[in-house]
């Protein structure tokens, strides 16, 4: 049971590039969604799924795009990359309805020069 | 104000002490609350869950939550090295129809031999 796997684990753009960061869970956990952690900021809600064709923006959309065409997958997209995205990306998963959190992937350290 | 306060630290203890991590909270309608432990460059791990007001323990770790006042508190006892990590409060609202969890900026916790 793999759980919340991320893809890559560390990345390095450069500004105006685009990239795709990978999540996948194998619990069929139909809410899925994606976080950012900075220092002194903790996690901040980016995009969030609640099932196969559904997205929603959470705190600090700008900048990112998701879908969501399978239960199992929700890529995030960055669409032209800035410094202001260098960042620790997570995705994370849950039952819908469930009422003790999330299951975490291990993050993606990007940096953005 | 931000949903959930957490003190930052970093908190420096010796081997054997007490532990005590707080969080408050501002939204009286919180009902889910949860711990995460998170070890460096890992995601965070689901430590603890309570539902409501009350104290939950399990083995050196316990969990309580005083509603009354918006104040949720986790203590560790006989701390050891592996506990050394960053520890966050999340909470959630079950009226909340993105099934979102709110989470404290994390409080760093270092445990010396």
């Known amino acids: 049971n793999a759980g919340v796997t991320q893809t890559p684990k560390f990345q390095v753009l450069k500004t105006g590039q685009s990239m795709t960061l990978q999540c996948a869970q194998d619990?069929?956990?139909?809410?899925m969604s994606w976080y950012r952690q900075d220092p002194g900021m903790g996690l901040r809600l980016i995009h969030y799924?609640?099932?196969?064709?559904?997205?929603d923006q959470g705190e600090v959309p700008n900048g990112y795009n998701v879908s969501r065409s399978t239960t199992e997958d929700f890529p995030l997209r960055l669409l032209s990359a800035a410094p202001s995205q260098t960042s620790v990306y997570f995705c994370?998963?849950?039952?819908?309805?469930?009422?003790?959190?999330?299951?975490f992937g291990s993050g993606t350290r990007l940096t953005v020069v | 104000q931000k949903e959930v306060e957490q003190d930052p630290g970093p908190l420096s203890v010796p081997e054997g002490a007490i532990v005590s991590l707080n969080c408050t909270y501002s939204?009286?309608?919180?009902?889910?609350f949860m711990w995460y432990r998170q070890y460096s460059r890992k995601g965070p791990e689901l430590l603890m869950y309570?539902?409501?007001?009350g104290n939950k323990e399990d083995g050196r770790f316990t969990a309580q939550v005083d509603k009354s006042s918006k104040y949720i508190s986790l203590f560790i006892r006989d701390s050891q090295p592996s506990d050394s990590a960053t520890y966050l409060c999340?909470?959630?609202?079950?009226?909340?129809?993105?099934?979102?969890?709110?989470f404290g900026t994390g409080t760093s916790l270092t445990v010396i031999p």
């Open positions: 994370a998963s849950s039952r819908w309805g469930a009422t003790n959190g999330y299951t």
């Open positions: 619990m069929n956990h139909e809410y």
């Open positions: 799924s609640v099932g196969a064709g559904i997205t």
């Open positions: 939204n009286s309608a919180f009902q889910y």
């Open positions: 309570t539902y409501s007001s």
């Open positions: 999340a909470m959630g609202d079950p009226t909340n129809t993105g099934n979102q969890f709110y």
